[in-house]
């Protein structure tokens, strides 16, 4: 489809073909005291130097806030491939024929997914991660008809609350919250062995690095979870993984979380990138579509949707899911930025996020200020600040992080602090002076 306007001779052919004189009888219908019959009072144009001159004068701010959406470097090729109008302007990808660029890159997504995951399969996308955990309950009492639902309290409280409004109309389902260690920051490891014990049809998720940016011990969760009828792994800082142990390796039924921090910018809180990966004994309970290769009548290799079980292919009383379009741009940004990075650059970003995280918990100790909780951390953790030090921070041109007392009341003036490959020392050192 081509952009660019049309010329006077373009115009006069369609006028003729429609039957018309001008552009304005195309709007005959309207009333004429709706149109507007003088220019709209706005300044400009602009030449190109003046408008880069009006945005540098927008303020930058250093930027120490995550809590589930990431600030990464995101290379030029994202942005370059993203932009061609072949993916820019597609759509659902239902006529394969047409469709197979669109179609590789999801299936090239899925196979990235699943290779980090250590997981069997990954659907095409969700919308977000909070949806991705609601879906994934919800596949966990279709597929064991699982009667509780058990939520770490250190799972991201907007996941919960999406997986709460999600279920609220299921009867007999029992949801409940598995507290977290108030020294460590991670599960509670007792309540969750009895809560386990107590039913067997229970579905449980714990997320790790937890909201708190605490690393959760796997390994005694998922020795507990050697009985369990359904349990589940959520990632929301998925750079964690170029340094971290893939999450399938504990045996979880499945994975899901938000692939956002994969070329896709903050923005204003979104588009984001939920993700959905599980065992493929549970394949036709996934929601979402899946894409697969396959041979055309010619024997040629072919990509198509293998798998879509949403209610407008299927009965709807047999449908998973009422997932629509899939965050098709957002998966084209991941796969390019993760064939741009390689496992290699997943690593070192990984690491860079990890040792500048460090790097500000070194210095905090210096001035005697300790972290919340005492559990291992990724590249976020929980700080004690008040509300001079917040304003103080503000005033400067720093979003000190997120204040989480609102969702927490127990952590009273806590604030959670991430620290990214975007936040350099000399950032540490000024948020550490502000405070």
Known sequence: MSYVSLNQEEKERLFEKLGITNTGDLFKTIPERFLLERDLKIPGPYDEQTIESMLSSNPSRVVFAGGGI???????????????????????????????????????????MTRLMHMDVSNASMYDGATALAEACLMAIRAKKVKRILLSKSINPAYRSVVRTYLRSIDGLEVEEVPFDSITG??????????????????????????????????????????????GIVVTEAISLGIMRPPGDYGPDVVVGDAQSFGNPPSAGGPLLG??????????????????????????????????????????????????????????????????????GLRTIAEQCASGARYLLALLG?????????????????????????????????VPGIRIDEYYPELTDSQLITVTEMN????????????
């Open 70 to 112: 990431y600030r990464h470097y995101i290379p030029a090729v994202v942005d370059t491939i993203a932009s061609r109008q072949e993916f820019y302007t597609s759509y659902t990808p239902y006529q394969p024929e047409i469709s197979q660029g669109t179609l590789q890159v999801i299936f090239e997504y899925q196979s990235m």
């Open 186 to 231: 991670q599960v509670d490891l007792d309540v969750l062995k009895k809560a386990t014990m107590a039913n067997k049809r229970s579905a449980f998720f714990i997320q790790s690095p937890n909201y708190f940016g605490i690393i959760e011990p796997m390994d005694e969760v998922a020795s507990i979870m050697q009985d369990a009828a359904f349990w």
């Open 275 to 344: 993700f959905f990966c599980t065992k493929r004994e549970y394949i036709r309970s996934m929601p979402g579509r899946l894409v697969g290769l396959t041979r055309d009548k010619d024997g040629r290799q072919a990509f198509c949707l293998t798998l879509a079980t949403r209610e407008q292919h299927i009965r709807r009383e047999k449908a998973t899911s009422n997932i629509c379009s899939n965050q098709g741009l957002c998966v084209l940004r991941a796969a390019v930025y993760l064939s741009t990075v390689g496992p290699r």
């Open 366 to 398: 210096k001035r005697g200020i300790g972290t919340v909780f005492t559990g291992p951390v990724f590249n976020e953790f929980v700080l004690r600040i008040d509300d001079g030090s917040r304003e103080r921070a503000s005033q400067a041109g720093i």
């Open 424 to 435: 350099s020392e000399r950032d540490c050192k000024w948020l550490l002076d502000i405070m």
